[in-house]
């Protein structure tokens, strides 16, 4: 939508910029969206396949709680989240936006990892999982068409969920690279350049930053960060914060630092203005429970007619799934010192922190001993993206084939191996490299063999096409 000159002026005499995202600029068809019934009939919970662990389990077979078998603590919660379940049961709808109990709980524990800093419950949408919420947050910013088509800045490499729902809204995908020699940082100057040729074909309105880095494992800095608020601060973009690997952090000297805590403590006019919408999930971290589909968003500097309209899309999907809302109320609120459950709680998180880290430098260390195969350190996340060298008639065969050559070299290893990696071309890379992505989930006994042996096909299949 075009700006009339009096509102420059006005923009210009007042020091306040316009909204990125506005009534205006927001998808017109959300706005047209109607669902005046959510439907009256109440869902009882399934039975399920197999006993959930305390607090989990207490919500889901609310007889255990007469169980000497579970700690007082997790009786407590137990009780005190059913009674803010419609109908005291896990099997009712929530409001869409997530049960209210649950809501606060998560700005009290965005509030104690930012250092105090506040958060709102009322600007704390739960969903279904970290990737409904961002499809929903883009669904709100998509508009227009041919060169008002709204464009999004991601990183490359990324993770698909981006490409696959821009490319599902009729967006436009606007590559920014990260540095790979730089241990996949994100550079400002690599943003102008992007933000510059996507001006002239479609109209760019936000930009996603994954922190601590998927597929790539990097971990931002702060001063980062800081640099690419200003970034979006200058050029009017709403900007998009993945981060649900942020308890995921290894390497020596790196820190997670969230986009809400850096843009507040920035002080004016970024706290004030910067829109943002921020991401987490319990499908990572040390919790791993991608199966419950937990999550959320907050929204940060929105407008607040986009954010009833914003409440509104998320009622059309009733509510996300309350056992999942349930599962993300015990990792925002874990036991504290005082409770029963609090030994066991720490004991188990650090063991998996710890055994990841120790994973994610034996991974580094044993492809960078491997000659034709590059691995930056894995700060953060559970991926590792090392780089791989191929010969240039592996690159051919691929080409007769049909494949990327890194799809090639990845089904090959499959077929040979048994050993299931993801090509880098399934995230993105620069023009002439080659990665793969490989988690570091599997058993330390396991691990050490199976980077073992991938280095060993690679050693293999470079001289069978050399």
């Given at each position: 939508?075009?700006?009339?000159?009096g509102?420059?002026?006005?923009?210009?005499m007042?020091?306040?910029k316009e909204?990125?995202?506005?009534l205006?600029?927001?998808?017109?068809?959300?706005r047209?969206?109607?669902?005046?019934?959510r439907?009256?009939?109440?869902?009882?919970?399934?039975?399920?396949?197999?006993e959930?662990?305390?607090?989990?389990?207490?919500c889901?077979h609310?007889?255990?709680?007469?169980s000497?078998?579970?700690?007082?603590?997790?009786?407590r919660?137990a009780e005190h989240?059913?009674?803010?379940?419609g109908?005291h049961?896990?099997?009712?709808y929530?409001?869409?936006s997530?049960i209210?109990?649950?809501?606060?709980?998560?700005?009290r524990?965005?509030?104690?990892?930012?250092?105090?800093i506040?958060?709102?419950?009322?600007?704390?949408?739960?969903?279904?999982?970290a990737?409904?919420?961002?499809?929903?947050v883009?669904?709100?910013?998509?508009a227009?068409?041919?060169?008002t088509?709204?464009?999004?800045?991601i990183?490359?490499p990324?993770y698909?969920?981006?490409s696959?729902?821009?490319?599902?809204?009729?967006?436009v995908?606007v590559?920014?690279?990260?540095?790979?020699?730089?241990v996949?940082?994100l550079d400002?100057a690599?943003l102008?350049r992007?933000?510059?040729?996507?001006?002239e074909?479609?109209r760019?309105?936000?930009?996603?930053?994954?922190?601590?880095?998927?597929?790539?494992?990097?971990?931002q800095?702060?001063?980062?960060?800081?640099a690419?608020?200003?970034?979006a601060?200058e050029?009017?973009?709403?900007?998009?914060?993945?981060?649900v690997?942020q308890?995921?952090?290894?390497?020596e000297g790196s820190q997670?630092?969230?986009?809400?805590?850096?843009?507040?403590e920035?002080?004016?006019p970024?706290a004030?203005?910067?829109?943002?919408?921020?991401?987490?999930?319990?499908?990572?971290?040390y919790?791993g429970e991608c199966g419950?589909?937990?999550g959320?968003?907050?929204v940060?500097?929105?407008d607040?007619?986009?954010?009833?309209?914003?409440?509104?899309?998320m009622?059309?999907r009733l509510?996300?799934?309350v056992?999942?809302q349930?599962?993300l109320?015990?990792?925002?609120?874990?036991?504290?010192?005082?409770d029963?459950s609090?030994?066991?709680f720490?004991a188990e998180?650090?063991?998996?922190?710890?055994e990841?880290?120790?994973?994610?430098?034996?991974?580094?260390?044993v492809f960078n001993?491997s000659?034709g195969?590059?691995c930056?350190?894995?700060?953060?996340?559970?991926?590792?993206?090392p780089?791989?060298?191929?010969?240039?008639?592996a690159?051919?065969?691929a080409?007769?084939?049909?494949?990327?050559?890194d799809m090639?070299f990845?089904?090959s290893?499959?077929e040979?191996?048994?050993?299931?990696?993801v090509?880098?071309?399934?995230?993105?890379?620069?023009e002439?490299?080659?990665?793969?992505?490989m988690?570091i989930l599997?058993?330390?006994?396991?691990?050490r063999?199976?980077?073992?042996?991938?280095?060993?096909?690679?050693a293999k299949f470079?001289?069978?096409?050399?």
């Open positions: 939508m075009a700006l009339r000159a509102d420059h002026s006005q923009a210009a007042t020091g306040v909204k990125v995202l506005t205006d600029t927001m998808n017109s068809s959300i047209r969206v109607e669902y005046a019934v439907g009256p009939i109440v869902l009882r919970a399934l039975e399920l396949e197999q959930l662990r305390q607090v989990l389990a207490l889901a609310p007889d255990l709680l007469n000497p078998n579970f700690p007082e603590d997790a009786k919660r989240i059913l009674r803010a379940c109908g049961s896990l099997g009712a929530s409001i869409s997530g209210q109990l649950i809501r606060e709980d998560v700005a524990y965005i509030q104690q990892r930012d250092g105090g506040s958060a709102d419950p009322d600007n704390i949408f739960l969903s279904t999982g990737s409904n919420a961002i499809v929903t883009l669904k709100l910013l998509v227009g068409e041919g060169r088509r709204s464009g999004v800045l990183p490359i990324q698909p969920l981006y696959a729902a821009l490319a599902e809204l009729n967006a995908q590559d920014y690279y990260l540095d790979e020699e730089r996949w940082a400002v690599e102008r992007a933000l510059r040729q996507a001006r074909h479609c760019p309105c936000a930009l996603c930053v994954i922190n601590p880095g998927n597929p790539t494992g990097q971990v800095t702060r001063e980062c960060i800081e690419v608020i200003r970034f601060f050029e009017r973009l709403f900007l998009l914060a993945d981060e690997y308890d995921n952090v290894y390497a997670f630092h969230s986009f809400k805590k850096v843009l507040t920035m002080g004016s970024y004030e203005q910067q829109e943002l919408a921020s991401f987490h999930s319990v499908s990572k971290g919790m419950f589909r937990g959320y968003v907050e940060v500097n929105m607040p007619a986009v954010q009833q309209q914003m409440r509104k899309l009622s059309v509510c996300p799934p056992p999942g349930v599962l109320d015990v990792v925002v609120s874990p036991p504290a010192p005082s029963p609090f030994a066991q720490q998180k650090q063991a998996v922190l710890a990841l880290a120790a994973k994610a430098k034996l991974t580094e260390q001993e000659p195969i590059h930056n350190p894995v700060q953060g996340a559970m991926y590792s993206f780089r791989m060298q191929l010969p240039p008639r690159v051919q065969r080409q007769e084939l049909g494949l990327a050559p090639f990845c089904m290893l499959l040979e191996t048994g050993i299931c990696v090509p880098g071309s399934g995230f993105g890379q620069r002439g490299t080659y990665h793969f992505r988690t599997p058993p330390m006994e396991k691990l063999p199976l980077l073992e042996k991938l280095s060993q096909f690679h470079t001289q069978e096409y050399s």
